[in-house]
């Protein structure tokens, strides 16, 4: 798990450095999509790690 942690922010790091790069275009939408993408994987991954339950994912994302 924690070796999949790290893939993704390395990669979420990587996605931010490149969209900062890059005009407003469809390269850089593409890029927005991939992080958010990314983002809900990071999200899922933390959801397992502290065991949280549907119930309680549901009360996060609200937030």
Known sequence: MHYKMV???DKMLELNKKKNKLPPSSKREKTEREIQITDE???????????????????????
Request: proline letters at 0%; zero cysteines; hydrophobic letters at 35%.
């Open 7 to 9: 893939k993704m922010v």
């Open 41 to 63: 994987k990071i999200d899922e991954l933390v959801y397992e790690l502290y065991e949280i339950t549907e119930e309680e994912r549901k009360i996060i994302e609200e937030e």
